[in-house]
């Protein structure tokens, strides 16, 4: 069933194919910021955010919308894919968009392709094979990838947010105004308990107790690592953490064996060390004269020797996938403390697991569902697992939340995640909690019924779909997000994009208050953030660094259109209307019904002919 008016596919637009909220967002952001057509296609328009979708037809001349079929070579031909310039296949489902990109490829060997793959080796070849033949451009992107580093952000306001650049990285830290004296980096923000002010003037305001301050800082490339650190590194592949921490243990061992036998028998260090030595090895050299001390250090030393080679075993054993990919789950051990709990092992949890681990943080996890993909690498990594279900107190308490630093809430469910923050506040009310809730406006709510309840404990809700719907769209117009950056109830965004003139044709200056601040511009050594200065001009077509606010970002990416249209940036994003909660979605052949309404009342009106004004 296709939901459109009766006019052919356009030339030109852009396709989506896909039924979640990332779709949603997707089409929203095109549509309103970009101001691009789009043609969408919901396969399962019933479910899913597939009413929400369908109804953009009936909402705005640019959409049409295919729902109900399956993105097969039929769909696409009728979805215009031959005169397409971009095409995002975001389903959650790695098996169906290999299949999707493969077609897309083969009717259009020029189009842009977006797609969203979760399993990051199976994204890297795809993407190599879809380039071979010099054919249009591959990204490949995931959405838990893209939000996971805000979402650890927010459980962990000491750690700084990295942001990997060419030549360097980007480092995102906070700072109160009264300490914020050397004025390093660029200064994105400053907020306060009431209000945020993004990416203001250069020019300090007086400074205030109550102000923080989000500053960018570039850093170079780091030096390469030293031959000690390469070892290290070396050893810490071969050797697991626990391995790590009983080979420690056992060098204490030796260590304390040495220094005993010194200061009972007298003898010199060194050859204290050979005796220890030559008793770890059972050499057979008895000290049957020796006095009592040495020869109870000696079946101390004999002992120990035992205990090593069960270590070396064990070392063999691990390498060889014995003992490293054991079936059991490791149990969240008596004495853990500060660490990280995460509600919720799905794609988003595992990526957010993943990257805590890498980055050393102690975490434990809580899931329901013993069959979860995610706990194959829990077990891989090591990480202590709570099967159950978090708003019973045997999971609460397994999970050492009462030790914990932060709980993050991370299932697909909004009243589960909802559900779980507040089970744990109820035992803990000062627990920093960061929520994964989609709706806008109920996750407005919630923010400002938990800052009321509890005002001294921190609270941040993250949307997944609201984090990595910018980076697809920047996608799908060639450009690269390298990072987004949550500010309280907003986003900036950090990307790599060509200079090139706005809608009313002049080239963008260098800081747009509220928009974007331009940070640095390509050269032959890299990022070059000295030739941005004050009064300095952007040349058209060279490529830049710059953070920019979502509607900042549309307008700077936007397409030349036919008439030059100088229009302010919108305050936020439009939301596309909804029912209300207890209102069903009009049925297929009502929105039908109305599309058709409303292709008659544009060619009645006079205004029909007028391209459509940008939302306000």
């Known amino acids: ?16 194919c896909g039924n979640d909220p990332l779709t949603h967002r997707l089409a929203l952001e095109l549509i309103h910021l970009y101001g691009e057509r789009i043609t969408l296609i919901v396969p399962e328009p019933g479910s899913g955010h597939g009413p929400q979708l369908v109804a953009l037809a009936t909402e705005d001349d640019t959409v049409r919308v295919i729902a109900g079929r399956a993105p097969d ?49 199976l994204g890297k070849r795809l993407g190599r094979l879809l380039e071979l033949g010099g054919g249009g451009s591959t990204a490949v992107l995931s959405a838990s990838d893209m939000a996971a580093p805000a979402l650890v952000s927010a459980a962990l306001p000491q750690r ?103 200061e009972a028998t007298g003898t010199p260090p060194l050859r204290s060390l050979l005796l220890v030595l030559l008793d770890l090895g059972a050499a057979g050299n008895p000290a049957e004269d020796g006095s009592a001390a040495r020869q109870v250090l000696q ?25 490293r990919y054991g079936p059991r789950l490791r149990r969240v051990p008596r004495t853990f403390s500060g660490h990280v709990v995460i509600v919720g092992l799905g794609k988003v949890g595992t990526r957010v697991m993943t990257r805590l681990d890498d980055l050393r943080v102690p975490v434990v996890v809580v899931e329901r569902d013993p069959q979860a993909d995610g706990l194959s690498r829990a077990r891989e990594r090591n990480i202590p697992v709570v099967i159950g279900e978090f708003a019973r107190f045997s999971a609460y308490r397994a999970a050492r939340v009462a030790r914990c630093s932060a709980l993050m809430a991370l299932t697909s469910d909004d009243s589960a995640n909802l559900e779980a923050v507040l089970y744990a506040r109820e035992h803990r009310p000062d627990l920093r909690a960061v929520l994964r809730l989609f709706d806008d406006d109920y996750s407005r709510t919630v923010y400002d019924a938990l800052r009321r309840a509890h005002p001294e404990a921190r609270t941040r809700s993250r949307s997944v779909s609201y984090l990595a719907a910018p980076s697809f769209a920047a996608a799908m117009m060639g450009r690269q997000v390298l990072a987004a950056i949550p500010v309280k109830r907003e986003m900036l965004l950090v990307a790599d994009i060509e200079v090139r003139p706005l809608p009313d044709g ?81 049925t297929p052949e009502e929105l039908e019904s109305e599309s058709r309404r409303l292709a008659r009342q544009r060619r009645q009106s006079p205004q029909a002919s007028q391209p459509p004004q940008p939302p306000r």
């Open 1 to 16: 069933m296709t939901t459109a008016p009766a006019t052919p596919p356009h030339s030109g637009h852009m396709i989506v």
């Open 73 to 121: 070579e039929t769909t696409l031909q009728a979805a215009g894919i031959a005169e397409a310039t971009a095409f995002a296949v975001v389903m959650d489902d790695d098996a169906a968009v290999v299949k999707t990109a493969l077609l897309a490829r083969g009717l259009n060997a020029q189009l842009r392709l977006v797609l969203r793959v979760f399993n990051q080796r």
């Open 160 to 262: 700084r947010q990295v942001i990997p650049a060419d030549g360097g990285t980007l480092s995102v830290f906070q700072v109160d105004e009264p300490d914020d004296r050397e004025r390093n980096g660029v200064r994105l923000a400053l907020l306060t308990e009431q209000d945020s002010n993004l990416l203001p003037v250069d020019t300090p305001p007086a400074s205030r107790a109550d102000v923080t301050v989000i500053r960018l800082r570039h850093d170079p490339g780091a030096p390469p690592p030293a031959r000690g650190r390469r070892a290290i590194a070396v050893l810490r592949t071969v050797f697991s953490r626990r391995l790590q921490l009983a080979a420690l243990s056992l060098l204490g061992l030796v260590i304390a064996l040495t220094l005993a036998t010194w």
């Open 299 to 323: 079946l101390l030393t004999i002992f120990t020797g035992v205990v090593v080679l069960g270590v070396v075993v064990a070392l063999v054993l691990e390498n060889l996938g014995t003992l």
């Open 506 to 586: 002049t080239l963008p200056a260098r800081h747009r208050e509220g928009a974007w601040r331009f940070l640095a511009v390509r050269d032959k050594g890299g990022w070059n953030t000295h030739l941005v200065g004050d009064g300095a001009e952007l040349a058209e077509g060279r490529r830049a660094l710059v953070a920019a606010t979502r509607e900042g970002l549309g307008l700077l990416l936007q397409r030349q259109p036919g008439e030059p249209v100088s229009a302010p940036i919108p305050a936020q994003l439009p939301h596309a209307p909804r029912a209300e909660p207890d209102a069903p979605y009009p």
